[in-house]
């Protein structure tokens, strides 16, 4: 029988448990401008983020002793640590996009959980078979679930808990 511990939660940041929008800025093919978001990462702008309804659902995950980690295509700083810890949402594994990396978040999460995996001496495969993640990037979704995680749309699901607070 599989407890809990052997289980892992996977939340991204912006979108999903994050309202970075003040903050974005969209490329013509719709990914993020990432030049755009480095030049935006400053403390008073991370400070004005908000939480979207999922953050509820993720707090309720760690309180509970689920194995819970982050995999965001942020490049993360000393302020997005400190806004996690200030919101309850901070987590031992994070795992997060490189200083120096470009590549398509579906490309970088897949290097990343693979990464994550093998450190914690799971097979990759393994590891997807234990594994859910809530995301709100459509790529990252189809790919991921087509190895076997099970994927949650995080725009879908904010919306049904916005409706059901109202």
Not at 28 to 55: F, V
Not at 87 to 104: F, K, Q, T, W
Not at 121 to 147: M, W
Request: glycine fraction near 6%; charged fraction near 25%; charge should be negative.
């Amino acid at each position: 029988e599989m407890c809990i511990r052997d289980r892992t939660i996977i939340f991204d940041l912006d979108a999903t448990v994050i309202d970075s929008s003040h903050r974005q800025l969209a490329s013509s093919d719709g990914s993020l401008d990432l030049a755009n978001w480095r030049e935006n990462c400053t403390q008073e702008k991370i400070m004005r983020d908000s939480l979207l309804p999922l953050a509820d659902g993720m707090r309720d995950f760690i309180s509970r002793g689920w194995h819970v980690i982050i995999c965001t295509a942020r490049i993360m700083g000393e302020f997005d640590y400190q806004f996690l810890k200030e919101h309850g949402l901070y987590v031992g594994d994070i795992l997060s996009r490189p200083n120096d990396c470009n590549m398509a978040d579906a490309d970088l999460k897949e290097m990343l959980l693979r990464g994550y995996a093998a450190s914690i001496g799971f097979s990759y495969a393994r590891f997807c078979k234990s594994a859910s993640i809530y995301d709100d990037n459509k790529k990252v979704l189809e790919r991921l679930a087509s190895h076997g995680i099970l994927a949650h749309n995080s725009i879908s699901l904010n919306e049904t808990l916005k409706l059901k607070k109202a």
